[in-house]
């Protein structure tokens, strides 16, 4: 989850989230952010790497401080799941997340879905699936705009996790996604037992499949495996043409990145173009 945050790129200015204060003070600070109206969202666009359409957005928390800097939100979120207050920092990212997408939606805009990261930490809490359900209710979005990801760094055979309620939403028509594959400690045989229909490829293979043959090997064999199981694939954190014709080749056609667009609100989202093109598209197009 922390992986796809945005701490406020662009900004010069980021504010680290105070660690020297003591457990209340880092708690109280992140009421004041909560209460304050400090938690925004911005969204990456993710992509067809054919032809650089947009076909769904990814929702990551933006937090800007009263003074116009950002805070640092891999840092809040860290402290917040220490906390206990993660679930109230979820819930509040996905009710902006839902309000914004739904306002797009009633302005005509009809392709793509709405990715919302999830840390595991909410899985264990009981009422995590009636309340997502309440907030679709509340901002009238059908289930089926939805995308729920979930990473891979957590164990996922934790008898603590509770995948009932993963299935509940899968079964109302929510696309689930295993984020960060190939970075943690998921396993085939752990993944069947899961309602997902998307793999993510981790960012962490993405980036050296171009000089790496061993992650080349390993993206080329998931995006068959995703293939023949039926799942959806899409790689993250795309940064060169190159790395569009390797994952196309393999058999990946969305992706996301800098290399694709960077972070910004729904419509600047919506209306963006790919910064990096398919060389061979780029070649014919001369």
């Known amino acids: 989850m922390q992986d796809r945050l ?5 900004s010069a200015s980021i504010l680290p989230f105070p660690q020297r204060q003591s457990a209340h003070g880092r708690t109280q600070r992140i009421h004041v952010l909560l209460d304050g109206g400090a938690i925004g969202v911005n969204y990456q666009p993710q992509m067809h790497l054919e032809d650089g359409s947009v076909v ?20 809040l979120i860290a402290n ?6 993660i679930g109230e920092l979820g819930r509040e990212v996905m009710r902006k997340a839902c309000v914004e997408f739904a306002a797009m ?7 793509g879905k709405l990715a919302i990261n999830m840390s595991p930490l909410e899985l264990r809490q009981r009422d995590f699936a009636i309340r997502f359900v309440e907030t679709v209710k509340t901002t009238r979005l059908r ?10 760094s957590w164990p996922l055979d934790d008898p603590s996790l509770d995948l009932d309620q993963l299935k509940l939403l899968a079964d109302l028509g929510v696309t689930l996604t295993l ?9 085939w045989a752990n993944l069947l037992k899961l309602p997902i229909t998307k793999l993510k490829i981790d960012r962490s293979l993405v980036s050296i499949i171009a000089h790496s043959k061993r992650a080349h090997a390993v993206v080329k064999n998931t995006c068959h495996a995703c293939s023949d199981l039926g799942l959806d694939v899409i790689a993250e954190g ?3 043409s190159t790395q569009v014709d390797l994952l196309l080749e393999m058999g990946c056609y969305i992706g996301q990145g800098f290399g694709l667009g960077l972070p910004g609100s729904v419509r600047e989202a919506v209306a963006m173009k790919p910064q990096i093109l398919r060389r061979k598209a780029a070649s014919e197009a001369l």
């Not at 945005?6 to 662009?10: E, L, M, Q, R, V």
């Open 6 to 10: 945005d701490p406020g790129s662009g």
């Open 56 to 75: 769904g957005l990814e929702a990551l928390l933006r937090v800007e401080h009263s003074d116009h800097r950002f805070v640092n939100t891999q840092q």
């Open 80 to 85: 917040a799941e220490r906390s206990g207050l």
């Open 105 to 111: 939606r009633a302005s005509g805009y009809q392709s």
């Open 143 to 152: 289930f089926s705009d939805l995308e729920l990801e979930i990473t891979e």
């Open 179 to 187: 984020d960060d594959f190939g970075s943690g400690h998921a396993k």
């Open 238 to 240: 795309i940064c060169t």
